[in-house]
């Protein structure tokens, strides 16, 4: 048939495909039990990771800080300059700016 392509199998190549080798399955939770699982090159910025959980959690981009063992993640990161690897956790925290005395009614004296 004219126009139709044929490719072979992947059933059984899959897994070794050279591009597979250098992603990594990278999990991110947030403070109340929620988890979301991505697979990441290792040399993708960790804005592109971010910007996506912001977008899946219907918020915008900056809404959450992102931490690795403690760490603050900066857009900038990659899976490879964190040291990252497969399996690895990444924490996300709601970004609470502020927090004053003044924001909670005390008077200094």
Known sequence: MEGLKTEPSTA????????EESKLQITVRDGEGGQMTFRVKKSTKMRKLMS???EKQGVAYGTYRFT???KRINE??????????????IDAF???QGGGSRAFGYKSE
Request: charged share 25%.
């Open 12 to 19: 059984m190549s899959s897994s070794l495909e050279p591009n």
């Open 52 to 54: 996506n959980y912001c």
């Open 68 to 70: 690795l063992d403690g």
């Open 76 to 89: 900038n990161d990659t899976a490879e300059t964190l040291q990252m690897e497969d399996g690895d956790c």
């Open 94 to 96: 709601l970004y609470q």
